[in-house]
């Protein structure tokens, strides 16, 4: 079993459509939990994370982490064409550093 | 700030060739990392180094080895390329062992 999984999609939704991204992990060790956006042939870049259980608001973005059930959730609202990219989520218990990632989801927003 | 600047861009290599993946990062960051991304399965850590002069394996640090000289640079070295080892290779680095990592723009490297 992988200790990240994430439905690698695609995903392709209408403009203004909420989206829902969303990640689970079997390593109860995980502390800190991370969205990032990858553009094609681009660097992942950070988008959110969260530490521990709970939401985290920013923008049209929200994060969730839900402990208990090992699951980590992204929400877009009003999701826009600048909005299609890969989409990876990623943890790490904080103690090495060594984050791992999920095989990411490749959203696409239609005009 | 440049951030993490990753050299080359892309590159070709024979297979047994070697070479050097050069990675540079300008905000002082301890922990560094290199990652590989095949198409389809997100990243997977080969090396890490959390300061200089440390540094540990990855979930995939075969045919791959690092060194950690200064805080500034994280090469990786690919010795005797083979075509498993087509990817793209992303370095980054941080200031915590928990979240903030900075990724360069990759190195497209393809061995045939």
């Known amino acids: 079993q992988k200790e990240v999984e994430q439905d690698p999609g695609p995903l392709s939704v209408p403009e203004g459509a909420i989206v829902s991204l969303n990640c689970t992990y079997s390593n109860s060790a995980f502390q800190y939990f991370m969205w990032y956006r990858q553009y094609s042939r681009k660097g992942p870049e950070l988008l959110m994370y969260?530490?521990?259980?709970g939401n985290k608001e920013d923008g049209r973005f929200t994060a969730q982490v839900d402990k208990s059930s090992k699951y980590i959730s992204l929400f877009i609202r009003d999701s826009q064409p600048s909005d299609s990219a890969t989409y990876l989520c990623?943890?790490?218990?904080?103690?090495?550093?060594?984050?791992?990632f999920g095989q990411g989801t490749t959203l696409q927003v239609k005009p | 700030n440049a951030g993490v600047t990753q050299t080359p861009k892309f590159r070709i290599l024979k297979i047994g060739q070697s070479m050097t993946l050069q990675c540079t990062q300008d905000?002082?960051?301890?922990?560094m990392y290199w990652y590989r991304q095949d198409p389809g399965m997100g990243l997977k850590l080969i090396y890490y180094?959390?300061?200089?002069?440390?540094?540990d394996k990855g979930e995939v640090p075969n045919g791959y080895n690092v060194s950690r000289s200064t805080t500034e640079d994280f090469p990786l070295r690919l010795e005797l390329a083979a075509p498993s080892q087509t990817s793209v290779y992303f370095c980054?680095?941080?200031?915590?062992?928990?979240?903030?990592?900075?990724f360069g723009s990759g190195t497209r490297l393809t061995v045939v």
């Open positions: 969260t530490y521990s259980s």
């Open positions: 180094s959390v300061g200089a002069g440390i540094t």
């Open positions: 980054a680095s941080s200031s915590t062992s928990g979240y903030g990592y900075t």
């Open positions: 990623a943890m790490n218990s904080g103690n090495t550093g060594k984050l791992i």
């Open positions: 905000m002082n960051h301890n922990y």
